[in-house]
């Protein structure tokens, strides 16, 4: 029952930034893995950045040194900071969560748009 809302997607010329947020509702995020992934039509859902409960975190080879993500437990937000975007980050951008092995919970998506 666990409720994950997107936001902070938009339009940017490419080289911009954006930071996107990821706010949890039903549970605290502390002593969970959070993850972005992200999609655009007619391809496979990625995985983007991770961030585990004991601060570990992992990147997608395209947009290492790029992207960063965080979190804040205490606001109970994840964040992922886009710099240097491209137009092939141009995807809807998800957040994820889960309670087992695989991701099982997912907000509905912010939308990036790189020109």
């Known amino acids: 029952h666990v409720q994950l809302v997107e936001s902070g997607g938009g339009s940017v010329q490419a080289g911009g930034s954006l930071k996107l947020s990821c706010v949890a509702s039903?549970?605290?995020?502390?002593?969970?893995?959070m993850g972005w992934f992200r999609q655009i039509p007619d391809k496979e859902r990625e995985g983007v950045a991770t961030f585990d409960s004991d601060g570990t975190t992992s990147y997608a080879d395209s947009v290492k040194g790029r992207f960063t993500i965080s979190r804040d437990n205490a606001k109970n937000t994840v964040y992922l900071q886009m710099n240097s975007l491209r137009s092939e980050d141009t995807a809807l951008y998800y957040c994820?969560?889960?309670?087992?092995?695989?991701?099982?919970?997912w907000g509905q998506g912010t939308q990036v748009t790189v020109s």
């Open positions: 039903g549970d605290t995020i502390g002593r969970y893995c």
């Open positions: 994820a969560t889960r309670d087992g092995a695989a991701y099982n919970y």
